[in-house]
T-cell receptor
Framework: NAGVTQTPKFQVLKTGQSMTLQCAQDMNHNSMYWYRQDPGMGLRLIYYSASEGTTDKGEVPNGYNVSRLNKREFSLRLESAAPSQTSVYFC???????????FGQGTRLTVV | GESVGLHLPTLSVQEGDNSIINCAYSNSASDYFIWYKQESGKGPQFIIDIRSNMDKRQGQRVTVLLNKTVKHLSLQIAATQPGDSAVYFCAETDDKIIFGKGTRLHILP
């Protein structure tokens, strides 16, 4: 039972570098989400995809782009990483927007 | 280990006692609410949910209460155990899932 799989688990970037965080789910869910979690801030929604072919901004979208590649995969891209993007990133999926979301194990990103 | 939740509000409860964790939500249009548990170094895990047409829902050792009038949600954990030690988040859903700030539950021996 893989559920939601995120890669990589850890990453260190230099300021200005780009990278893509990958997320895949095997539950045939329609909706997928990207969150970031900072100490004392809880989880903040970056982008979400209500269904294949659609993406929408969340609470903190600046500095990020997303691609819903197919129903299974939803990637998050940092075009020019900044130290303020140091965080733990979580991908999640749900059958619909108003049902339980299942989370991956997270990607810890450090930008130096 | 993970430093998430370092500055979160903390609730300390004696093992065996009941725990009550509170949450205020902001969007009166939210129609679905979820409580998640997050252990150190892991992603959030679903505990229990409730829809806006209900005011109470019970699970195994957990109860969620919803007061739409004051936009308040609570999670009650019966007979708190050491394994309940974690950070607890409420989440509200209208067209997207938005999380609250979280509360750390600390179990006293």
């Amino acid at each position: 039972n893989a559920g939601v799989t995120q890669t990589p688990k850890f990453q260190v970037l230099k300021t200005g570098q780009s990278m893509t965080l990958q997320c895949a789910q095997d539950m045939n869910h329609n909706s997928m989400y990207w969150y970031r979690q900072d100490p004392g801030m809880g989880l903040r929604l970056i982008y979400y995809s209500a269904s294949e072919g659609t993406t929408d901004k969340g609470e903190v979208p600046n500095g990020y782009n997303v691609s819903r590649l197919n129903k299974r995969e939803f990637s998050l891209r940092l075009e020019s990483a900044a130290p303020s993007q140091t965080s733990v990133y979580f991908c999640a999926s749900s059958d619909a927007m108003n049902t339980e979301a299942f989370f991956g194990q997270g990607t810890r990103l450090t930008v130096v | 280990g993970e430093s998430v939740g370092l500055h979160l509000p903390t609730l300390s409860v004696q093992e065996g006692d009941n725990s009550i964790i509170n949450c205020a939500y902001s969007n009166s249009a939210s129609d679905y609410f979820i409580w998640y548990k997050q252990e150190s170094g892991k992603g959030p895990q679903f505990i229990i949910d409730i829809r806006s047409n209900m005011d109470k829902r019970q699970g195994q050792r957990v109860t969620v209460l919803l007061n739409k009038t004051v936009k308040h949600l609570s999670l009650q954990i019966a007979a708190t155990q050491p394994g309940d030690s974690a950070v607890y988040f409420c989440a509200e859903t209208d067209d997207k899932i938005i999380f609250g700030k979280g509360t750390r539950l600390h179990i006293l021996p």
